[in-house]
């Protein structure tokens, strides 16, 4: 293998895996045990897994079809529609919450019809936590599902057109089939992000525990007293998210390989 | 500020302010001496020679307050760089013993600052300034939280709120959740809260946002959020003082200036700014 390949590789390797090993040898490994018997750790992981999930699964449902729209519809317009949807990737989430709170909040333009007619009011909400990391992480899911959907050969949606099946038919017996590992891709990856969610969340969703304490928000608030707590906290995350993308990875992208 | 508000922050906290302002008074410095006057040599922040940097690392809620003092330092030191960097203060103090380097440290309570002190990483450290909680309610109150009559002594909180209200408080483990929390259960409100804030302006924010119908913030806090929101003094603040120390760092690569930048906190001149600024003196 050539060196000026090999040599920054190893480095990048070094890079980004030297943290999870220092977290590893500056675990409490004796206080784990406890750390996971407290209830609100419990909470905290269920809450933060279940809304990752929903999170995914609303992603999916918007993203995969915005992706389509974005690399094989005609609508003008669309370089800018595409910056548009990916805005929230590079906003710091933080604003990423106050901006859901000036649309959704009590007094927001949406939020305040919603109370009005309806009584609903969505911060500090468990809902607020899945709004908050879908509007996160769904770009992910776009980018990845958009390059896939690039990628694939359009000629056999053109075939599929002249055998006389509409754009749904194609579109669900064709396309989809076969970007499939682009949508497993991209679905792992907004999983991910959404896990991980810290400024949006906390903004949006606010903190409390069992409704939208998710565990990043257990972690950082924990670094403010007990540094090793949240060490223990973050080794229980990192392990919950290893062990999921595993499993998918060999349900799903070993399938879709074979 | 409201001021129709500020009338009812009455009791101890007002209390204190005034017994402090006459205090300073007394001193006869403040305003009839001019600044850069001689009259307290050791701590003249004019001392001529300050250069280098100094970093000091101070609580978010005195990022006003010390931004003047950068200012004012610099001025009278024009060789002097003056970094600063604020946080919550177990970020500070967490931030001190795993080894940054810095010159000063401002805490807004004292456990932190014994954490650094403990670690043998700073000493004699001087508490130079006081804060308590207050009740803050957004602009046209629309959670409709009740509002005592004013002129009255001030209230337990349990009379402004119950379990329907949404309410924001700092997280328990940051200096204000702690307070927040002495004074709801005290009130035996420890179920109110909706939200627990990583930190004082964050609840703030939601407050300003109308987005709770109330939160509990420092009274510095609102004094720097400024116009739009009514507060009110409640009898449980008394419980949660806060106590703000400041000490140079052991570690200190620039110590002289570190003791002027200290000696300005303690000053007649750096007093009377944090009055300003909302702050219960407590040096005298």
């Given amino acids: 293998m050539p060196a000026p390949l090999l040599v920054p590789a190893a480095l990048g390797v070094a890079f980004l895996v030297l943290p999870l090993i220092g977290l590893l040898v500056r675990a409490p490994w004796s206080a784990i045990g406890p750390a996971l018997a407290r209830p609100e750790v419990g ?126 038919a194609t579109f669900r017996r064709v396309t989809l089939p076969m970007v499939a590992p682009g949508v497993v891709a991209g679905a792992v990856l907004c999983w991910a992000r959404a896990l991980g969610e810290f400024g949006a969340t906390i903004t949006f969703a606010g903190n409390f525990p069992g409704t939208t304490q998710t565990m990043p928000l257990a972690v950082y608030l924990a670094l403010q007293r007990d540094p090793e707590a949240a060490i223990v906290l973050s080794l229980v995350l990192l392990a919950v998210s290893l062990a999921t993308l595993l499993l998918l990875r060999d349900r799903w992208l070993g399938r879709a390989a074979a | 500020m409201s001021r129709r508000a500020a009338g009812l922050v009455a009791g101890p906290v007002a209390g204190l302010v005034a017994v402090a302002l006459l205090a300073l008074s007394g001193c006869g410095t403040v305003g009839d001496a001019p600044p850069g006057g001689a009259e307290r040599g050791p701590s003249e922040p004019g001392d001529p020679g300050l250069t280098g940097t100094l970093t000091v690392l101070a609580a978010a809620s005195l990022t006003d307050v010390f931004t003047g003092f950068e200012e004012r330092l610099e001025g009278a030191n024009p060789q002097l760089e003056v970094r600063l960097s604020f946080a919550g203060s177990s970020a500070l103090a967490t931030q001190v013993l795993q080894g940054a380097p810095a010159d000063v440290l401002a805490t807004a309570d004292e456990a932190q600052m014994a954490r650094v002190v403990e670690a043998g990483l700073a000493s004699d450290p001087q508490v130079f300034a006081g804060n308590s909680l207050l009740l803050v309610v957004p602009p046209g109150n629309p959670g409709g939280i009740a509002v005592p009559s004013a002129e009255a002594e001030p209230p337990s909180l349990a009379e402004y709120l119950d379990d329907e209200a949404i309410v924001a408080v700092c997280a328990p483990e940051v200096p204000c959740g702690a307070a927040a929390a002495t004074v709801l259960d005290a009130a035996g409100l420890s179920g109110a809260p909706d939200t627990y804030e990583d930190d004082v302006r964050a609840v703030l924010t939601k407050v300003q946002l109308g987005e709770v119908d109330a939160g509990l913030v420092y009274h510095s806090d609102v004094i720097a959020a400024g116009d739009g929101l009514d507060f009110y003094g409640f009898a449980e603040s008394e419980l949660a003082f806060n106590r703000y120390p400041v000490a140079s760092l052991s570690g200190a690569a620039n110590p002289d200036a570190a003791r002027a930048f200290v000696d300005l906190v303690l000053s007649d001149e750096g007093q009377e700014a944090l009055l300003r600024a909302g702050f219960i003196l407590q040096t005298r």
């Fill in chain 1, 43 to 168: 909470e905290a992981l269920r809450l933060s897994v279940v809304s990752a999930s929903l999170a995914t699964v609303l992603s999916l449902l918007l993203g995969v079809p915005l992706a389509w729209v974005l690399a094989r519809s005609r609508v003008r317009g669309r370089s800018v529609l595409r910056a548009l949807v990916t805005v929230p990737l590079v906003l710091p989430p933080v604003v990423g919450g106050v901006a859901l709170f000036l649309v959704l909040g009590r007094q927001g333009i949406v939020g305040s019809w919603l109370d009005d007619a309806f009584g609903i009011t969505i911060p500090f909400t468990t809902t607020a936590v899945v709004i908050a990391e879908t509007f996160v992480a769904m770009p992910f899911l776009v980018v990845s599902v958009e390059g896939a959907l690039r990628a694939a050969d359009a000629r056999f949606e053109d075939v599929a057109a002249t055998l006389g099946a509409d754009r749904w």
